[in-house]
C-alpha cells in the first residue's frame, strides 16, 4: 500500500536553528515525492520536488530509496518559515493524484 | 492569473440534506482533482478528471459522493443525505497534462470548501 508518514505533528525550533522534517514513505515502485506548505490563511502550495533536486527559500530534501524517506531541511530556521508541511507522493497510472502524510506544523520562535 | 476557485467556502448542512461543492480550475488545465481533508489530517485523494472523463474514482468513500465536470472544465463534487463523518475541508486542485518524462505536472490548490453536518 501506499503510505506516507510524517512522525512529527509539531516541530517548535528557535530562528537561526537548523530544521529537519522528517518523511518516510511506502511505495511499491519510483515514486515522486513532494513537500507541500500551507502558510496561515493561505492554500497549499508546493515547496519542492525531488526530481527538481532544487532549493526552495532555504528548503532543500533528498531521496534516499534506501531508507524510504524524503526528509525536509534548511540549515537556519526563519520566523516566516512557521506553516503546516505536507510530505506527499505520486507515481500512479492515472493522472499522478497525491497521497499525503499527515502534516508536521513548524514554528519558529523569535 | 486567477487560480483555483471553490465555492461556497463555508457551508453547513444538516444531516440527511444534500450539498454541492464548486470547483473552477485554472483556464486550459485539463487534470482536475478532488481532495478530502479531515481535521488534522492530510488531503486525501477522491476523485481524478482528465477534461471531462473521470478516469480514478477510486477514493470517492460512498455511493453517496458523486463528481462530475460535464464541460471538462467547472466541476462539481455532490454529497447526498450527508453524516457528520463527512465533515471536512474539500480541496480541488487542477494542473496540466501529466507528461511521460520530467514528472508529474504541479498541482494547484483552491482555498477548499470547509463542510459542517450537524
Known amino acids: 500500500a501506499q503510505r506516507v508518514t510524517q512522525p512529527e505533528k509539531l516541530l517548535s525550533v528557535f530562528k537561526g536553528a537548523p530544521v529537519e522534517l522528517k518523511c518516510n514513505y511506502s511505495y511499491s515502485g519510483s515514486p515522486e515525492l513532494f513537500w507541500y506548505v500551507q502558510y496561515s490563511r493561505q492554500r497549499l502550495q508546493l515547496l519542492l520536488r525531488h526530481i527538481s533536486r532544487e532549493s526552495i527559500k532555504g528548503f532543500t530534501a533528498d531521496l534516499n530509496k534506501g531508507e524510504t524517506s524524503f526528509h525536509l531541511k534548511k540549515p537556519f530556521a526563519q520566523e516566516e518559515d512557521s506553516a503546516m508541511y505536507y510530505c506527499?507522493?505520486?507515481?500512479?497510472?492515472?493522472?499522478?493524484?497525491?497521497?499525503f502524510g499527515a502534516g508536521t506544523i513548524l514554528r519558529v520562535k523569535s | 492569473g486567477a487560480g483555483v476557485s471553490q465555492s461556497p467556502r463555508y457551508k453547513v448542512a444538516k444531516r440527511g440534506q444534500d450539498v454541492a461543492l464548486r470547483c473552477d480550475p485554472i483556464?486550459?488545465?485539463?487534470?482536475l482533482f478532488w481532495y478530502q481533508q479531515a481535521l488534522g489530517q492530510g488531503p486525501e485523494f477522491l476523485t481524478y478528471?482528465?477534461?471531462?472523463?473521470?478516469?480514478?474514482k477510486s477514493g470517492l468513500p460512498s455511493d453517496r459522493f458523486f463528481a462530475e465536470r460535464p464541460e471538462g472544465s467547472v466541476s462539481t463534487l455532490k454529497i447526498q443525505r450527508t453524516q457528520q463523518e463527512d465533515s471536512a475541508v474539500y480541496l480541488c486542485?487542477?494542473?496540466?497534462?501529466?507528461?511521460?518524462?520530467?514528472?508529474?505536472?504541479?498541482?494547484?490548490f483552491g482555498p477548499g470548501t470547509r463542510l459542517l453536518v450537524l
Open positions: 478528471f482528465q477534461n471531462e472523463a473521470q478516469l480514478d
Open positions: 506527499a507522493l505520486s507515481g500512479f497510472v492515472y493522472g499522478n493524484k497525491l497521497v
Open positions: 486542485a487542477s494542473s496540466t497534462i501529466s507528461k511521460a518524462e520530467g514528472g508529474q505536472e504541479t498541482q494547484y
Open positions: 483556464s486550459g488545465h485539463v487534470s
